[in-house]
């Protein structure tokens, strides 16, 4: 029975990375997120798309915990990391989120020099003994974030001098630095030119081999160059969840065949 292609094809599929069950989320009075069940895999990129307040973002902070820093904001049901509950009380949501590092939509640099915007995490997590080792920290998550080449003469430089896109790549350098094991990025390159969208790009799929990529994209072109799962989201529901291609070209649902094809959102 192992001789069957399907059953190699089977064996080689990802393991689950974060798994989600009945997650709800609730800003005061507004149910943003509706029991939504869903698992996202080691090494893969999926894909978050759907109209606008459909609540992408919503649901991409609730796998770091980011919105316990919104007062209102009210999260229900499991979110496991490799299968520990990330909301368990013994869980500190700063090291939790060392692990599932944030990308946003808008780089946002800190107002330091390109070296400390990346030896920061490391520093306050005791990563490094010494400054060589610092350096070597700094040194590798740049070449992760693709931007070594283009800084490696002017480290001590403003983060906030370098371009858009730079400062992008900067800031996936600065996630990278603290050995995460799942990235995610809300619309990481919408404030970006094409040029520097096709660059992070190109570095998300490179970043595949290492991490588990999640994304929220309105471009339904860059979701299909870079995911290979895709979640649509409508309303709070996750409508439909699978291979990117899938979604694409065969949607199941109704809703998501009507957003793919331009006629919602
Ligand atoms: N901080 C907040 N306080 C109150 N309501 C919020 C807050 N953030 C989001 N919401 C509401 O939750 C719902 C989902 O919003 P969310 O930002 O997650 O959508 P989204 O899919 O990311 O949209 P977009 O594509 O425009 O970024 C919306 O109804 C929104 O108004
Ligand atoms: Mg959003």
Same mark, same amino acid.
């Given at each position: 029975?192992?001789?069957?292609?399907?059953?190699?094809?089977?064996?080689?599929?990802?393991?689950?990375?974060?798994?989600?069950?009945?997650?709800?989320?609730?800003?005061?009075?507004?149910?943003? %997120?509706?029991?939504?069940?869903?698992?996202?895999?080691?090494?893969?990129?999926?894909?978050?798309?759907?109209?606008?307040?459909?609540?992408?973002?919503?649901?991409?902070?609730?796998?770091?915990?980011?919105?316990?820093?919104?007062?209102?904001?009210?999260?229900?049901?499991?979110?496991?990391?490799?299968?520990?509950? %990330?909301?368990?009380?013994?869980?500190?949501?700063?090291?939790?989120?060392?692990?599932?590092?944030?990308?946003?939509?808008?780089?946002?640099?800190?107002?330091?020099?390109?070296?400390?915007?990346?030896?920061?995490?490391?520093?306050?997590?005791?990563?490094?003994?010494?400054?060589?080792?610092?350096?070597?920290?700094?040194?590798?998550?740049?070449?992760?974030?693709?931007?070594?080449?283009?800084?490696?003469?002017?480290?001590?430089?403003?983060? &906030?001098?370098?371009?858009?896109?730079?400062?992008?790549?900067?800031?996936?350098?600065?996630?990278?630095?603290?050995?995460?094991?799942?990235?995610?990025?809300?619309?990481?390159?919408?404030?970006?030119?094409?040029?520097?969208?096709?660059?992070?790009?190109?570095?998300?799929?490179?970043?595949?081999?290492?991490?588990?990529?999640?994304?929220?994209?309105?471009?339904?072109?860059?979701?299909?160059?870079?995911?290979?799962?895709?979640?649509?989201?409508?309303?709070?529901?996750?409508?439909?969840?699978?291979? &990117?291609?899938?979604?694409?070209?065969?949607?199941?649902?109704?809703?998501?065949?009507?957003? %793919?094809?331009?006629?919602?959102?």
């Amino acid at each position: 029975m192992y001789d069957n292609p399907l059953m190699k094809r089977d064996a080689v599929t990802k393991e689950v990375k974060i798994s989600a069950r009945g997650c709800q989320v609730f800003y005061g009075d507004t149910h943003a %997120i509706k029991d939504v069940d869903v698992d996202i895999e080691d090494k893969t990129v999926t894909a978050f798309i759907g109209p606008s307040g459909c609540g992408k973002s919503t649901f991409l902070r609730c796998l770091n915990r980011m919105n316990d820093t919104i007062d209102i904001c009210r999260v229900e049901g499991t979110i496991t990391l490799d299968g520990e509950d %990330i909301y368990d009380p013994k869980v500190d949501p700063v090291q939790l989120r060392a692990k599932v590092g944030m990308v946003f939509q808008k780089p946002n640099p800190f107002p330091k020099s390109i070296y400390d915007n990346v030896a920061y995490g490391p520093k306050i997590h005791g990563m490094a003994r010494t400054r060589a080792e610092l350096d070597e920290i700094v040194e590798r998550a740049l070449r992760r974030g693709a931007l070594w080449d283009e800084v490696k003469d002017r480290l001590d430089a403003p983060g &906030t001098g370098l371009s858009g896109g730079q400062q992008q790549r900067l800031c996936i350098a600065r996630a990278v630095a603290t050995e995460p094991e799942v990235l995610l990025m809300d619309e990481p390159c919408s404030a970006l030119d094409p040029i520097a969208t096709a660059q992070v790009e190109e570095l998300i799929d490179e970043l595949r081999e290492q991490y588990s990529v999640v994304i929220v994209t309105h471009s339904m072109q860059q979701a299909a160059r870079v995911s290979q799962k895709t979640a649509f989201f409508h309303l709070g529901n996750l409508v439909e969840f699978g291979e &990117t291609g899938q979604i694409f070209t065969n949607p199941h649902d109704p809703r998501t065949e009507s957003y %793919i094809t331009g006629r919602i959102g």
